[in-house]
Structures are given as structure tokens and as C-alpha cells.
């Protein structure tokens, strides 16, 4: 038994060019998802759309820079064109700057700022719009980069456990719910 059925439904991964996101877009294929996939770089979405399609998946390449309110709403436009209506948007977009408080210029923060954030909002704003316009619900997750692979990290998932944070910088329940055993 599948841990997750997604057949007859379509899903827009936001950054499937390359790693999680690509990662994700196999994921919800084997689930039996359509996917779309959008990337900043055409090229690496139109390279894991065809190993979707290899596999039978049927599938779309899409690219939009997600930081433009604009950009990302046409892509949104764009994978409901492909694939219909979505019921699943996952975004895994981000970047991380490195640098001190004081090193780091106004320009990278901005970038990062909007990468890592402003982003989730455009394309979250984007897909609802359809969902209520189609009278539909759907699903929709964000994910943020941690530097996971560096030995100086003070953010991401094991620095934000040492400080009493889980995912999302929630604080972590003290008995019962889903996450109490996290």
C-alpha cells in the first residue's frame, strides 16, 4: 500500500530543477501525480520533466524567476494550463548567503530575503486564487535551505532543536499531537 495516493491529481513543485525539488517531483510521481516543474533555469526543468516523462508521468517543464509577484503568478498560470486545476503546490526554493552581520551588503540580504521568503507568499497567492476560483481545495507546503552541510551552522533543523525550535521555528509541544515525538 502506497503511503501516499495522488493519482488523477496534479502537482506543481516550485524549484524541481535540482535536489529536494527534483527529489519532490519523483516523490509525487510515484504517488501517481502529474508534476509540474519550475524552475529559474529552464533547462533543469525541462531535464526532470523528462525523466518524469520517461517514466510515463505526465509532466511540464515551466520557468519563472518566483522572487517577481508577476513571474510567479505566470507560472502558477502556466502549470494549471498544463495540468489543470493543482492540488498540491510544494515550494523549495532558497539560498543562503554567507557572511557576518557586518560583511553582508544590502543587496545579498535583499536576494535572500526575497528568495527565501517572499516567494512562498507570491506563489501561495497565485495557487489560491485558483483554488477558490475553481471552488477547490488543496494542499500547499514551503520549505526554506538550511546549511545543513556546514560545520559553522547556526541555523537549520539541528541548531533550531539546540535552541528549542522544530520545524519552522515552532515551538516544540510539550505531550500529544503529531510532532510531540519529533
Known amino acids: 500500500m502506497a503511503l501516499l495516493d495522488l493519482t488523477r491529481r496534479a502537482a506543481l513543485v516550485v524549484g524541481g530543477g535540482q535536489g529536494i525539488g527534483r527529489a519532490t517531483a519523483h516523490a509525487l510521481a510515484r504517488a501517481g501525480a502529474a508534476v509540474a516543474v519550475l524552475d529559474a533555469e529552464a533547462s533543469r526543468a525541462e531535464t526532470v520533466a523528462a525523466e518524469l516523462g520517461a517514466h510515463g508521468v505526465r509532466s511540464a517543464a515551466l520557468q519563472a524567476d518566483v522572487t517577481q509577484p508577476d513571474d510567479a503568478q505566470r507560472g502558477v498560470a502556466e502549470a494549471q494550463r498544463a495540468l489543470g486545476a493543482l492540488d498540491v503546490v ?9 557572511g557576518s552581520l557586518l560583511e553582508l551588503d544590502d543587496a545579498t540580504w535583499e536576494r535572500d530575503f526575497s528568495v527565501n521568503l ?54 516544540r509541544p510539550r505531550s500529544g499531537g503529531p510532532m510531540a515525538s519529533a
Not at 510544494?90 to 554567507?98: E, K
Open 90 to 98: 510544494v515550494n523549495i526554493v532558497g539560498s543562503a548567503s554567507w
Open 118 to 171: 517572499k516567494h512562498h507568499w507570491y506563489v501561495a497567492r497565485s495557487a489560491a486564487r485558483g483554488w477558490i476560483d475553481a471552488k477547490r481545495g488543496a494542499r500547499s507546503a514551503s520549505s526554506a535551505p538550511s546549511r545543513a552541510s556546514s560545520p559553522r551552522r547556526t541555523t537549520g533543523p539541528t541548531a533550531r532543536r539546540r535552541r528549542g525550535c522544530w520545524p519552522s521555528c515552532a515551538p
